[in-house]
């Protein structure tokens, strides 16, 4: 039974994000309903409804929590002293290792809408484009003689193709073996690449 209000909006808030990612994590997003989440933290679903606008406000605040929590991987990832090469083969390990065990989360995080039909909103869309922003300034140390123009394509392209490894190889029954070898495939990746962008000439 849903109890009297014990906590303040801003920490209803929080128990109401956690609670929503916990069951996304587990169920996936369309298990997601305003009333799993009202049980899980003891609240009325009038509750939820005074602290988020609505079910897809829910979702919204779920995926930017899940963005700032990739962002801190892939911060800390390069954080640590390394040549180019190494900083670029990190951050996309890192990614890899996020998706596989973040799968239901991460999968949700690029989705163009919200489950309501709604755009995603521009702040949103910034907070995305910040993920490939550090995967590209680590990218662009590999060649810095290149332009900024060539290196931002090169590394578009090489991004593209760590995150289509992982959409098409990775899913919420991914275990540890299957992450792995996403890893390897992905690193195979990354260095030929790279190795072929530092020898082109044109």
């Not at 128990?15 to 994590?25: F, G, K, N, R, Y």
């Not at 890899?96 to 065990?101: E, I, P, Q, S």
């Not at 989360?105 to 755009?119: E, Q, V, Y």
Request: glycine share 6%.
């Amino acid at each position: 039974m849903a109890r009297r209000s014990e906590h303040s909006q801003e920490e209803i808030k929080a128990m109401v994000l956690q609670a929503a990612q916990s069951i996304i994590d587990e169920e996936g997003l369309a298990a997601l309903k305003v009333r799993s989440v009202a049980r899980e933290i003891g609240y009325t679903v009038g509750s939820i409804y005074m602290v988020y606008a609505n079910m897809d406000d829910v979702v919204l605040h779920v995926k930017d929590k899940t963005l700032r929590d990739l962002a801190l991987s892939l911060d800390q990832a390069i954080a640590r002293p390394q040549d180019a090469e190494q900083a670029v083969l990190e951050l996309a390990s890192v990614y890899v290792n996020f998706a596989g065990r973040q799968y239901n989360r991460w999968s949700m995080i690029f989705t163009k809408h919200l489950p309501g039909g709604d755009a995603l909103p521009e702040w949103y869309r910034q907070q995305e484009a910040g993920i490939f922003a550090r995967f590209e300034k680590a990218f662009r140390n590999i060649a810095p003689h290149r332009s900024d123009e060539e290196n931002s394509r090169a590394a578009q392209a090489l991004w593209g193709g760590i995150h289509g490894n992982c959409m098409l190889s990775l899913s919420e029954k991914s275990d540890t073996a299957a992450i792995q070898d996403v890893r390897h495939s992905v690193r195979l990746l990354v260095r030929n690449y790279i190795c072929g962008w530092l020898a082109r000439t044109e």
